[in-house]
């Protein structure tokens, strides 16, 4: 899915393996000292999108190592300072706090409690015990711009986007970018539902933008982007030829690939794989943030893009490789953000 991404774990895997030579006991055994922790954001387990692809990468940590893992759901911001001192507090040796809205919670968690270890996903905390994993989502969503502006038929593109943050700023500010490399002349419709847990929000907000004749919609809104799916899923139904983009993982295996035209993945799994087996190894980055771009196949699009036809495919690794050499900068914030 992602190459680099995917050849770093293989080479983790073949070492883990040559260390197991005393069999599968010994392999499982190297892990039970562990007890690796995860703090959903607001968006809950269940999302289909980003908490669920970081609790993806745990669970294959715990298959691989036979380390505990476990994980606290954050139904507001309120809850995500006492979720981290949950797993700090019963000696947890890492603890991940999924998402941007983690700054505040774990920033002071650390601060109390300088001995425990911590790691944080979109978000960087400048602390000797806090590893930070950034990803560059205006390059990844660049690409999946270019396949809306080169496949819509009504010229009108919406984006529905969760809370009014940066990180979905980066998200509209690459999509509309992508689009207005190939189609100038598109219409982009945008609604931002404030939310991450409300799929009524983002069905509401996905039928006003269709309402308004886009035809395409990309959709960063965790759980309310489930909504953004549901509201094409009865117009296709209805015959309407309607499409989604999803976000963070291949939505399509979820959602169908009948509406889902692409998807903007994001290595979250494989992130949370990597630094979590890295810390098990002895090699935690306390302090260092690592920004994960197209260039590191941290964002892109899925393996498999069974409704973009080859031409558009071409078009977007194109793109991909100039935004790689640095031809083209693209933009982390749309106007007026």
Known sequence: MMRKWGLVLSVLVAAALVLSACGEGSKKGAGADFKIGLVTDVGGIDDKSFNQSAWDGLERVKKDTGAATKFLESKGEADMEPNLNNFVKEGYSLTWGIGFLFQDAMTKVAKQNPDAKLALIDNEIDLPNVSSVMFAENEGAFL????????????????VGGMDIPVIHRFDAGFEAGIKAVNPNAEILKNYVGEFMRPDLG??????????GADIVFQAAGNSGTGVFNEARERKDAGKDVWVIGVDKDQSIDFGDDITLTSMMKGVEQAVYKVSKDFMDGNFEGGKVVTLGLKDDGVGLPQENKNVPEDVLKKVDEYKQKIIKGEIVVPTAPAGK
């Not at 080169?150 to 984006?159: P, Q, Y």
């Not at 069905?203 to 308004?212: E, F, I, M, P, V």
């Open 144 to 159: 999946v711009g270019v396949v809306a502006g080169l496949m819509t038929k009504s010229g009108k593109i919406g984006f």
């Open 203 to 212: 069905k509401q907000a996905a039928a006003t933008l269709y309402d308004n």
